[in-house]
Every structure is written in structure tokens, then in C-alpha cells.
């Protein structure tokens, strides 16, 4: 079994006119598609500094490609089955399982304000505890780490408010010991963006640098 954690991003490829659809609404298309592709960036950036196994999940077979072109340092790329988030989660965590990781950590594209720090205290929680989850201020996760299998997730209410808590509770139903690490949140709106603004003002990490450039751009134009 494989020791180190693995670091497990669930990506959708940036498409025109798909996706950050609430962005879209106040800042246009072409603003959402931008944010999509930067945000991306952040998560790819976390990728090759990461010390462990990578794996990168697209969200359907058809984008299996395109994630094997994102990284230029050495990854696995499992692409998502169909389904609900839920469903991906529990067929991708079985997947890596079975190839002889032990320690997952799940991550997504839209919290760039993840940060070695936050990074570690994970790490050191799932040290203890069999689950370890990374609360969003709006009733999400912005990060969900296990060193056992998940119980099954396609019942959950994904995407909604009521997540955390019914994550949180299934997980305990199941026998796990569940710990949380600090809250944070995630990039779904404009009043998001503008508080990145704060989030990355001093972050010189490239990728944060140049999502914060472009938020000034796009922002300035309001």
C-alpha cells in the first residue's frame, strides 16, 4: 500500500458558454470562460508542487486526453463515470484504491485559496482519523480526504447547502471517525471573486498571481 496521500482533482475541461454559469450571469461568457480556465490553472499548480501521487479525474472518458496533455510532470488520469458527483467520487475512489493508494484526498478546481498550509493540515489530520473534510462556508466541502473507502455517495445532496452535514453524517453512520479541517470557501459567484481579491493578494504562487491579474481586469470593468 501506497503511504503518502494522493492527491485526487476532479476537473471539467473550460468550455465557451459551459460552466460558471452564475459568473457568466453578472460578467459575461467570455469572463466565466477565463475564470474557469485560471482556476484550473491553480488546481494544476498544486499538481506538480504536490509531494505525492497525482491524479487528475475529467469528467467523462471523451476528455481522457486533454487531462493526459494539462501536466507536464509525471500523473494518472482516471476519467469520471457517469452519474452524479456522488456516483464519480465512490467509482474513482474504488478505482485508485484498487491500484494500492490508501490515503485519497479529493480535491476540485474552484478553491485556489488552498495553500501548502491548508495542504498540511489536512495531511496531519488524516494522520488520526479515517475521514477528514474541508467545510465550505455555504454548506459544502471544498476538499474530502479518506484513508478508507467512501460509503456510498449518490444518495447526497450535491451542490446544495445541506451537503456537509449529510456527508459528515453518512460518514459516521458507516463507523468512520470524521475531522475537519479550517473553512473555507468556493468560487461560484462574483461576490467570490471579489473576495479572492483579498484571499490571493499576497500569494505569489504564478497561477494565483495571474488569476488575481485577471480578476482586476475583469472587475475593473464593472
Known amino acids: ?26 460578467l459575461g461568457k467570455d469572463a466565466a470562460y477565463q475564470v474557469a480556465c485560471a482556476l484550473l490553472n491553480c488546481a494544476l499548480e498544486d499538481a506538480r508542487s504536490w509531494p505525492g501521487p497525482v491524479v487528475l479525474s475529467p469528467g467523462c472518458e471523451a ?4 487531462a493526459e496533455d494539462l501536466l507536464l510532470c509525471e500523473c494518472q488520469v482516471v476519467p469520471q463515470c457517469a452519474g452524479n458527483l456522488g456516483k464519480k467520487l465512490n467509482y474513482v475512489d474504488q478505482i485508485v484504491r484498487q ?47 479518506g484513508r478508507c473507502p467512501w460509503p456510498a ?10 451537503l456537509g452535514e449529510q456527508l459528515t453524517a453518512v460518514c459516521k453512520e458507516a463507523g468512520f471517525q470524521v475531522a475537519f479541517s479550517s473553512v473555507g470557501y468556493d468560487v461560484d459567484t462574483e461576490a467570490d471573486l471579489h473576495r479572492l481579491l483579498d484571499s490571493l493578494a499576497y500569494d505569489a504562487r504564478p497561477a494565483r498571481q495571474q488569476l488575481l491579474q485577471l480578476l482586476h481586469v475583469l472587475l475593473s470593468k464593472k
Open 1 to 26: 500500500m501506497n503511504q503518502q496521500t494522493t492527491l485526487i482533482i476532479f476537473c471539467k475541461r473550460p468550455m465557451h458558454g459551459q460552466g460558471k454559469q452564475r459568473i457568466a450571469a453578472t
Open 63 to 66: 476528455d481522457r486526453q486533454w
Open 99 to 145: 491500484q494500492g493508494s490508501s490515503r485519497l484526498l479529493f480535491i476540485g478546481t474552484d478553491a485556489p485559496e488552498h495553500n501548502a498550509q491548508r495542504y498540511a493540515e489536512f495531511n496531519q489530520l488524516l494522520n488520526d482519523n479515517d475521514i477528514v473534510l474541508a467545510p465550505a462556508e455555504d454548506g459544502g466541502v471544498t476538499g474530502m480526504g
Open 153 to 162: 455517495l449518490d444518495n447526497l445532496p450535491w451542490s446544495t447547502p445541506q
